[in-house]
């Protein structure tokens, strides 16, 4: 059973936009998951690129800062890529991961998107081309 699933991938020329989705099918409540987004691109080790810091702050890989943004639809259970400003570097399979959060006097956080062995849950990924 998949239980995070992407979708909203596709083939775009540079300088194009797509928004990528991940829908959340699991029975989560209205606890906070840490939700972050991966890609790998041929012949390269998948790589973090947006994730949330905790509840209110977002974090982004400096190759994709500016031009990607993270968000959350906590209601749809629904991540969000938008990804604007496209380049052929950008091409790549996507995944949403999700990771408990880190609790410590008071305090929640997420595991950064590099600590990636921390995100336990993965999607199944959906496809980016961008074409130059």
């Known amino acids: 059973q998949e239980h995070l699933v992407e979708s909203g991938g596709g083939s775009v020329q540079a300088g194009g936009s797509l928004r990528l989705s991940c829908a959340d099918s699991r029975n989560t409540g209205r606890s906070f998951i840490c939700m972050a987004w991966f890609r790998q691109a041929p012949g390269k080790e998948r790589e973090g690129i947006a994730g949330?810091?905790?509840?209110?702050?977002?974090s982004y890989a400096d190759s994709v800062k500016g031009r990607f943004t993270i968000s959350q639809d906590n209601a749809k259970k629904t991540l969000y890529l938008q990804m604007n400003s496209l380049k052929p570097e950008d091409t790549a399979i996507y995944y949403c991961a999700a990771a408990p959060p880190r609790h410590a006097g008071g305090a929640t956080w997420c595991p950064t998107p590099e600590e990636k062995d921390e995100y336990i849950l993965w999607g199944q990924g959906t496809l980016v081309t961008v074409s130059s």
């Open positions: 949330f810091e905790n509840e209110d702050s977002t």
